[in-house]
Each structure stands twice: as C-alpha cells, then as structure tokens.
C-alpha cells in the first residue's frame, strides 16, 4: 500500500496520545472517589458496575480515528478489477487425427463444445477470434464481440489432412497484435489452443512460432484431448479401410505453453473440457490495477462512529 500525503499519517501520533490521556483520566477518577467512600462499599451503593465493557466505544471511537486519518492520506493499493477489454484466439485443430471417437462424440466435437461453452464465460466485451489448422492454418473468423458469429464459425469446422500446428500458433499471435482497443492501444491477448498435439507438416516449427508469440507478449495456452486408444480410419483401394492408431502426443503442447508462458491442459472428456475452460475464462476477466482506496478507509470510520455511538447508547444511557 502507498499513499499520496504520506505526511497526514502524523495523525496517528494523537491515537496512543488520547489512549494515555484515557488511562490516566481512569486513574485519577477511582482515586478521586476513594476520597469519598471506601471503595470496598462501593458495590452496596452501585447497582451494576459497567465493567470492562466501558472501554470498548473508546476503543471503537480510536479505530474509527485511525481509519479517518489514514483515509485523508489517501492510500493507494493494488487491486483485483474485471478487465473490460481483451482479445482471445481459439485455435482448434481440424486434423483427420481429431476424428478418432475415444472422446465422445469425438475430439473435434468435444473440443467444438468445450469452447461454444467457453464463449458463454467470457465477458461481453472481449473480442473473441476462430483459427483452425489442418494442413495450413486458416483464420476461420477474425476477433469480433459477436458471439453467434463465433459460434457459426466452431460449428462450420471441418475434419482436414495434415497439422501445421506451428503455423496456427504464429498466425493466432499475429492476428492478436492487430486488434487496437477503444484508446487505440493493443489489449491482452490470449490464445487458447486445442489439439492432439500430433504435428504433421507445416511451414513454421511449433517451437519457432511459440518464440515469436512469445516476443510479441501473448501467451499460448493448450488443452490436449485424446486417449492412448484413439484410432481412425482411412479408405484403401478395392474397398478396404485402414485403421491407424492416433495417440495423443502431449509433448509438443507442453513446449508451447512452457516457451509461451501459458499453462497445459489434459481433459480425456467432453466435461473435463468445459471446466478447463471456465477456469481460463474466469482468469481471462480479471486484471491487477493500482487504485485510490480512500472511499474503504472513510466508509468504515464512518461505520465505527455508529457502532461506537450506538454501544453508548444502549449500554449507557441515563434512566430519568
């Protein structure tokens, strides 16, 4: 915490200040009236003493001052703030190896779910863009805030050959850094990446793409779907079918999270899908930002003299 009059917080000296004038006025008030009466009698005389209970709406009255006071140096912390705006790349892999059905209905479709149910977490004002990558990367729908034309855009997607997954991970990158928010500077941007991890062709290697997204400052999150009993089929000539086996290979997306400094993920189900990706929409909507708190310190001053006063009241009160 910081505060912009650090000079006001010579305030505080008065509070162990008054607390000693308090003391002492105690002191001197049961000496005054052992003068009087001997102190032994004094519960014949007294119905009810208050007891200890007397010095809380002191105490309450001196907290209520501290706040007020370090309240008028104004402090300044770091707060938790929802982010109001933001650039998020879903990037699917449409590669034949997607097809296999070890992940009901099958990976693309679980992956297709888990991010339709992704768009419904992220605030409304995030532009959210659509790549898919088989044998090239192809940007399926550039950012936008329209949630159905991002959700025509999942469902349009369809299974390819290949998986040029380093070049979706530049292009993502890439197409992030073009967005501009309404002030015209660059807003976070985050790409959220969902394949087997099997890389098969492409232009650019994921490790090399993952280096540029990184010096562009975005950050590349994967989710690896499939199980070691993946396998999918391939027609052969005379009528005959080839079913080759398609295990996941999570290496490769661990490499581009880690090089990123994004996370990865594994989900074997369409469920585990869907709450990876609330977890990420949840992170996604939030951002650190430094703050005047200055409102906290004055409103809860202003609730301790009421509490203080009111204990007085009640507590004290003169009966006629």
């Known amino acids: 915490m910081s505060f912009e009059s650090p000079l006001a917080l010579l305030g505080l000296l008065l509070i162990p200040v008054l607390g000693g004038a308090y003391a002492w006025r105690e002191r001197r008030r049961a000496a005054f009236a052992a003068r009087f009466a001997n102190p032994a009698l004094l ?15 002191l105490a309450i009255l001196l907290a209520a001052l501290t706040a007020m006071i370090v309240g008028v140096a104004r402090p300044h912390a770091v707060v938790t703030v929802p982010r109001e705006e933001a ?29 339709e149910a992704f768009l419904r977490t ?13 044998s090239a990367a192809v940007v399926a729908l550039p950012p936008t805030a329209d949630r159905e034309l991002a959700r025509q855009a ?4 369809r299974p390819g050959e290949g998986t040029a997954l380093g070049d979706a991970v530049a292009l993502a990158a890439e197409l992030g850094k073009r967005e501009r ?22 232009r650019i290697t994921p490790l090399a793409a993952s280096r540029r997204a990184k010096s562009l400052g975005v950050a590349v999150s994967t989710v690896l779907v499939g199980t070691p009993e993946g396998v999918v089929e391939r027609p052969l000539a005379g009528g005959y079918r080839e079913r080759i086996r398609v295990p996941p290979r999570p290496d490769t997306l661990r490499l581009v999270a880690r090089t990123t400094g994004g996370r990865f993920y594994t989900a074997a189900s369409d469920d585990r899908l869907r709450e990876v990706y609330e977890r990420l929409g949840s992170r996604l909507g939030q951002r650190r930002e430094r703050r005047e708190i200055t409102d ?18 009640l507590w004290f009160r003169r009966v006629p």
Not at 122 to 134: E, I, L, Q, T
Not at 154 to 157: E, F, H, N
Not at 185 to 201: F, H, K, N, Y
């Open 43 to 57: 519960p014949s005389l007294v119905g009810r003493a208050p007891g200890p209970r007397r010095h809380l709406p």
């Open 87 to 115: 650039t998020v790349l879903l990037v699917v892999d449409v590669s034949r190896s997607m097809t296999a059905t070890d992940v009901r209905p099958s990976r693309l479709g679980a992956a297709r779910g888990a991010a």
């Open 122 to 134: 992220v605030p409304v004002r995030f532009r959210v863009g659509v790549v898919s990558f088989a």
């Open 154 to 157: 999942l469902a349009a997607l």
């Open 181 to 202: 928010a309404s002030d015209g500077s660059v807003p976070p941007t985050a790409v959220l990446l969902i394949s087997d991890g099997a890389r098969d062709g492409g």
């Open 296 to 313: 906290v310190f004055a409103g809860g001053s202003a609730a301790l003299l009421l509490a203080g006063g009111a204990l007085s009241a």
